[in-house]
């Protein structure tokens, strides 16, 4: 892996060419049936998900989406999910433990929303309630950060049986600007918050938060989409292929066991 510094990989992370939500299921997937709407308020776009077929195997597949461009990132709220966005994700991961489906994730939000109205609909009860929910299924969950992955809004879809990272990729308790603004009272402090927070694919990897990094292009994933593409399916298959002949109730226990020792250097859980 190259030597750039953390504050270097957060610019990565954060380019607006970087492949998305959309771009993996259109590289990944065939025969993908988009699903909309929270059934209680509205549809959410920064959250997009639905069935597909993963090399001839029904799944279901979400992400965070943000856009390629102003307008798009508008209409996607720049990939920051309100509550109808984690209750529709839930209610696809519902659908998908009653049909039996392995479950993909892809995590890429700067968090979840945090605007008053997004609290007033149930902000922190949706991404609770999805932590409850993700954390009990008992089908095969693979969740891969692919761009950053900042506070609760990432892991209200990231708790999964296998959690890895693209090379680089962020993942965090939140931003490095909010990190800088709490803790110093100066969001300008950012790049130095990026060298303390231990965010970087090889650090969570030390501390057992992730299982597995997967390379990028020197570049970084949007100087060779196709190439990522690949590195992502083949790292899909075989953690799908490491949990298919589990039990379900095998699959709910690794997965309580993996998130009550995460951060523990010594792996002292179940690893992919």
């Not at 968090?111 to 008053?116: F, K």
């Not at 100066?186 to 060298?195: L, S």
């Amino acid at each position: 892996m190259s030597g750039r510094t953390a504050a270097e990989r957060v610019a990565l992370a954060r380019h607006p060419g970087r492949p998305g939500t959309a771009d993996y299921i259109a590289a990944l997937c065939t025969d993908f049936f988009e699903q909309k709407g929270d059934r209680q308020c509205r549809e959410d776009p920064a959250i997009l998900g639905g069935v597909a077929l993963f090399h001839g195997r029904p799944v279901t597949v979400l992400g965070h989406r943000k856009g390629k461009n102003l307008e798009e990132n508008l209409k996607c709220n720049f990939g920051m999910p309100g509550p109808e966005g984690y209750r529709k994700a839930r209610r696809m991961m519902e659908q998908a433990e009653k049909f039996r489906r392995p479950i993909f994730t892809f995590l890429d939000t700067p968090g979840a929303y945090p605007g008053v109205e997004a609290e007033a609909r149930g902000q922190g009860e949706a991404i609770a309630r999805n932590l409850a929910v993700m954390s009990a299924l008992t089908v095969p969950v693979i969740c891969v950060v692919t761009g950053e992955g900042n506070s609760g809004g990432a892991l209200a879809i990231g708790v999964g049986n296998t959690v890895l990272m693209l090379e680089n990729a962020v993942y965090s308790v939140l931003s490095p600007e909010g990190f800088a603004s709490i803790l110093w009272k100066d969001a300008a402090r950012a790049e130095e918050a990026c060298g303390i927070m231990k965010l970087t694919a090889e650090d969570l990897l030390a501390a057992g938060v992730i299982d597995g990094i997967l390379p990028e292009p020197e570049g970084g994933a949007h100087t060779a989409p196709q190439s990522v593409f690949r590195t992502v399916d083949e790292a899909l298959c075989r953690a799908l292929e490491g949990w298919k002949r589990q039990s379900g109730s095998f699959l709910a226990a690794q997965r309580y066991k993996k998130f009550r020792a995460m951060g523990d250097p010594a792996g002292k859980r179940e690893r992919a």
